[in-house]
Every structure is written in structure tokens, then in C-alpha cells.
Antibody, heavy 123, light 108 residues
């Protein structure tokens, strides 16, 4: 069965960086992409960006450009999302999700999701 | 960036009733690449509908999606107790893959 298992909760100080992992299993990793979506407390869903597990191509939300980096390790079927220069408004649950978009050209939706990782930014 | 506006913000209904949720896009959604998700407290979103009208695997047929262009609808026939949740639409035809702000379906 398809599973996405994320790393545990993090508490960071403003200005620090956080790196969240997402380990996939139960499917051929390189035939899909991974999207990252975050949700601030009591708020809606915000798409952060996408990475191709096939070749590592990325597409980031403009508001996070320069602060976010997504990478994949095909040997372990793991995707990473690093967010730098953390601010209090980055406090959120961060989700990875399997995205049917495998290549930079194309479209895909997210059918399986990780359990979420709470990142708290506080001084 | 395509802005998705969902209405109403909250829908108060009783079990057995029909729920009709709207998602309006600021510009045409290419390829009808519009999805609907359900989210319950403390849980990850669950894909219900993709391609505006195709049910995802394992989704009961009381959930249906329709629409094209800029206007889309999620209909839930005969609400079950487990259907009370927040519903989000998302367009994935262009970047960024934006979400609507959500509609909460609550028990009346």
C-alpha cells in the first residue's frame, strides 16, 4: 500500500532553517512527483511547490522562492523540504503528497498524503 | 495566479440532506484540472474528485463533481455523519496549484 511517512515535529527559532523528510513506499517512486502543502493553525491549505522524483525538476510558489529547496534521494525514495529564514508565520503543519505530475510539463493532483509535520517557529 | 473562491464559508445541514459547494476561479481552469479534497480535524486532506468530475479510488458515489471553465460544484447526496468536514477545491492546471479557502459542512 502507498505510504508517505514524514519526520517528526520541530521547534525552531526565528531565522533558523528546518528540513522535513518524506519517505515514500508502496509504489514506483520515480514515476510520480511530490508536492508540499502547508497549513497554518486554523487556516486553509497553501501549496508550496513540487518536485519531480524522476529527475529532480522543481517548481516553487513564488512567495517562497529563495527560501525553500526541495530535493529527492531516489536510493531511499525520500523527499526533503528545507525552509530557511524561518518567521513566526511559517508556523504550520507541513504535508508532503504524492503528485501525479511527474514532469515539469503536465498536470497532476495529490492522491496520497503524509501524516503532516508540525513546525513551530518561536523565540 | 488563479484565485479560487469557495462558497458558502459554512454550510449547516442535517444528515440525509444534500450539500452543494461552489468553487469559482478568477480565470478559466485549463483542462478542467480541478480537484476537491475533504479534511477532518487533525487529519491530512483526502482526495475526493479530480478532473472536475472523476471520483478518486474508494470514494462513495454520493460525492459528485461538475463544472468547467470558472465554475465548479461539489455535490454530496444524502449526507452521512462522517461527511461533516472542511472541503477544499484546488486547481492544478497552472502554477501555482492554488487552493480555495475552504467550505465547512457542519451538523445543523
Amino acid at each position: 500500500q502507498v505510504q508517505l511517512v514524514q519526520s517528526g515535529a520541530e521547534v525552531k527559532k526565528p531565522g533558523a532553517s528546518v528540513k522535513v523528510s518524506c519517505k515514500a513506499s508502496g509504489y514506483t517512486f520515480t514515476t510520480y512527483g511530490i508536492s508540499w502543502v502547508r497549513q497554518a493553525p486554523g487556516q486553509g491549505l497553501e501549496w508550496m511547490g513540487w518536485i519531480s522524483a524522476y529527475n529532480g525538476n522543481t517548481n516553487y510558489a513564488q512567495k517562497l522562492q529563495g527560501r525553500v529547496t526541495m530535493t529527492t534521494d531516489t536510493s531511499t525514495s525520500t523527499t526533503y523540504m528545507e525552509l530557511r529564514g524561518l518567521r513566526s508565520d511559517d508556523t504550520a503543519v507541513y504535508y508532503c503528497a504524492r503528485d501525479h505530475q511527474a514532469h515539469i510539463v503536465g498536470a497532476g493532483t495529490c492522491d496520497y498524503w503524509g501524516q503532516g509535520t508540525l513546525v513551530t517557529v518561536s523565540s | 495566479e488563479i484565485v479560487l473562491t469557495q462558497s458558502p464559508g459554512t454550510l449547516s445541514l442535517s444528515p440525509g440532506e444534500r450539500a452543494t459547494l461552489s468553487c469559482r476561479a478568477s480565470q478559466s481552469v485549463s483542462g478542467s484540472y480541478l480537484a476537491w479534497y475533504q479534511q477532518k480535524p487533525g487529519q491530512a486532506p483526502r482526495l475526493l474528485i479530480h478532473g472536475a468530475s472523476s471520483r478518486a479510488a474508494g470514494i462513495p458515489d454520493r460525492f459528485s463533481g461538475s463544472g468547467s471553465g470558472t465554475d465548479f460544484t461539489l455535490t454530496i447526496n444524502r449526507l452521512e455523519p462522517e461527511d461533516f468536514a472542511v472541503y477544499y477545491c484546488q486547481q492544478y492546471g497552472s502554477s501555482p496549484k492554488t487552493f480555495g479557502q475552504g467550505t465547512k459542512v457542519e451538523i445543523k
